[in-house]
């Protein structure tokens, strides 16, 4: 039996979302997509496959992106998942893609890297896009498999942002870190807070259901350490083994009654109807390359725009991110 093919509008009424959103998700590569002749349609499997979700992790495919001078590796779940498809360049250790030489990988979720990947594709340079989570996008720069990677991933022993990650991480590989931007981290919950949720606290409430980010992510290991820190056992948190591959996705579960409680960034929400943002903490975002790269022309480019007056009035332009941070750069030889 086919599954039933929608149009744009339909899925964002159905994910209680905006249009301009759909069309993002697809071009993102976390919602799959087909043409009946030059109308985008999006299968019924495929929407409750993205709100389902994987319970085996990411695994990378290759899209055809909008950019003809661009192709994008994106977070799809599936068997196998954990493992990356071939990619150009050939086969690495173990079966694992390695990007030939000529390749630049970017690794990497929030749509602020949509600029950096302009700049470069402006330049002539070929791109490909990793939509994992941080912390395989780390593990990924380690093995040479990307050439830069985003990071915001939080250290509840010090309370800060990515350098003990970096450190932890990446030991023996020097590398440089440039601050992106900085936003901020929260709760989802449906419309004026029926369960009154305030806190990280609450997630120990007997029967309250939650729905989670995938592992590997930032928020995800954000929450797991709160919950660490709090006594509170994840196991017995109802929605706990749940996933989302998106802090879109987890908000319009919350959004549509699946769960009472999700979590993850602000930035974005105010397009899902139906949800409250609370915000907790301030995150830190940053941006990661061996500096074994730092004559690589991409390593240049992005690293002169990110220290640019420019680039922080993008990033004003675009709303909803803390600039005072941006540009601030670090370099680690661990």
Same mark, same amino acid.
């Given at each position: 039996?086919?599954?039933?093919?929608?149009?744009?509008?339909?899925?964002?009424?159905?994910?209680?979302?905006?249009?301009?959103?759909?069309?993002?998700?697809?071009?993102?590569?976390?919602?799959?997509?087909?043409?009946?002749?030059?109308?985008?349609?999006?299968?019924?499997?495929?929407?409750?496959?993205?709100?389902?979700?994987?319970?085996?992790?990411?695994?990378?495919?290759?899209?055809?992106?909008?950019?003809?001078?661009?192709?994008?590796?994106?977070?799809?779940?599936?068997?196998?998942?954990?493992?990356?498809?071939?990619?150009?360049?050939?086969?690495?250790?173990?079966?694992?893609?390695?990007?030939?030489?000529? *390749?630049?990988?970017?690794?990497?979720? %929030?749509?602020? &890297?949509? $600029? =950096?990947?302009?700049?470069? #594709?402006?330049?002539?340079?070929?791109?490909?896009?990793?939509?994992?989570?941080?912390?395989?996008?780390?593990?990924?720069?380690?093995?040479?498999?990307?050439?830069?990677?985003?990071?915001?991933?939080?250290?509840?022993?010090?309370?800060?942002?990515?350098?003990?990650?970096?450190?932890?991480?990446l030991p023996g590989l020097p590398v440089g870190v440039f601050?992106?931007?900085?936003?901020?981290?929260?709760?989802?919950?449906?419309?004026?807070?029926?369960?009154?949720?305030?806190?990280?606290?609450?997630?120990?409430?007997?029967?309250?259901?939650?729905?989670?980010?995938?592992?590997? *992510?930032?928020?995800?290991?954000?929450? %797991?350490?709160? &919950?660490? $820190? =709090?006594?509170?056992?994840? #196991?017995?948190?109802?929605?706990?083994?749940?996933?989302?591959?998106?802090?879109?996705?987890?908000?319009?579960?919350?959004?549509?009654?699946?769960?009472?409680?999700?979590?993850?960034?602000?930035?974005?929400?105010?397009?899902?109807?139906?949800?409250?943002?609370?915000?907790?903490?301030?995150?830190?975002?940053?941006?990661?390359?061996?500096?074994?790269?730092?004559?690589?022309?991409?390593?240049?480019?992005?690293?002169?725009?990110?220290?640019?007056?420019?680039?922080?009035?993008?990033?004003?332009?675009?709303?909803?991110?803390?600039?005072?941070?941006?540009?601030?750069?670090?370099?680690?030889?661990?």
């Amino acid at each position: 039996m086919e599954s039933t093919l929608l149009t744009a509008e339909d899925v964002a009424k159905q994910l209680r979302i905006k249009k301009y959103t759909v069309y993002e998700l697809i071009k993102r590569g976390e919602l799959p997509s087909s043409k009946v002749g030059k109308q985008v349609r999006i299968s019924q499997t495929d929407i409750d496959r993205y709100l389902e979700l994987s319970k085996t992790g990411p695994q990378y495919s290759e899209l055809r992106s909008p950019d003809p001078g661009r192709r994008e590796f994106a977070e799809q779940p599936g068997p196998g998942a954990g493992l990356s498809r071939q990619a150009p360049g050939g086969e690495g250790e173990s079966g694992e893609s390695r990007p030939s030489a000529a *390749s630049v990988i970017i690794s990497g979720q %929030d749509i602020c &890297l949509d $600029l =950096l990947v302009a700049r470069l #594709a402006g330049e002539g340079i070929p791109i490909l896009r990793s939509f994992v989570g941080c912390y395989n996008g780390l593990y990924s720069l380690y093995h040479g498999r990307v050439t830069m990677s985003a990071s915001h991933l939080w250290d509840g022993e010090t309370d800060t942002y990515n350098y003990p990650f970096i450190r932890r991480l990446l030991p023996g590989l020097p590398v440089g870190v440039f601050r992106l931007l900085g936003r901020m981290e929260g709760l989802y919950v449906r419309k004026g807070n029926p369960q009154n949720i305030r806190d990280w606290k609450d997630f120990s409430r007997p029967g309250l259901t939650m729905v989670n980010r995938e592992r590997g *992510s930032g928020a995800r290991i954000l929450l %797991d350490q709160k &919950l660490a $820190l =709090l006594g509170i056992n994840a #196991a017995k948190i109802q929605g706990y083994t749940r996933e989302s591959s998106s802090h879109l996705a987890c908000a319009s579960t919350v959004a549509k009654g699946g769960a009472e409680v999700g979590y993850g960034c602000e930035r974005g929400i105010d397009r899902v109807a139906g949800v409250e943002f609370i915000p907790l903490q301030m995150e830190w975002y940053d941006f990661v390359f061996r500096l074994e790269d730092r004559h690589n022309p991409a390593i240049r480019i992005v690293s002169a725009y990110i220290a640019s007056d420019e680039f922080k009035k993008d990033l004003e332009l675009m709303g909803g991110y803390d600039i005072s941070q941006t540009g601030h750069y670090e370099e680690f030889s661990v």
